[in-house]
């Protein structure tokens, strides 16, 4: 029987024994050679990445992040997942500051 994800889901009569459902829901484990390599790209991309923006940037004397997002404007997933990450930034970085007022209130009335 073929399914698609969807089809995969939504059947009903799986009937699996306790070993091979963990088997089949539990992931795999990578290779430890498959994790270096898959670091060693990672890297080598973030590297390249910063050297580029950081060319850009000299004209200004300094790196800013449009640099980085001007340099994958044309990657749509990786330009909103950097955005969607710096909203979170912000929205932390409001937070944090919150608490830190609230700190010092609490602090300055006792």
Not at 29 to 46: C, D, R, S
Not at 52 to 66: P, Q, T, V, Y
Not at 69 to 97: F, S, T
Request: glycine share 2%; charged share 30%; proline share 4%.
């Amino acid at each position: 029987m073929k399914f698609s994800y969807y089809q995969f889901l939504a059947y009903d009569s799986w009937s699996f024994s306790t070993n091979s459902f963990e088997n089949f829901v539990l992931p795999l484990q990578p290779l430890p050679e498959t994790v270096a390599l898959v670091e060693e790209i990672v890297v080598e991309y973030i590297t390249d990445t910063v050297n580029k923006a950081e060319e850009i940037g000299s004209k200004r004397g300094k790196l800013l992040i449009d640099d980085i997002l001007h340099l994958i404007r044309k990657d749509m997933p990786k330009l909103h997942r950097c955005k969607d990450l710096l909203g979170m930034h912000e929205e932390l970085k409001q937070a944090r500051k919150a608490f830190d007022i609230d700190q010092e209130k609490i602090a300055t009335e006792d």
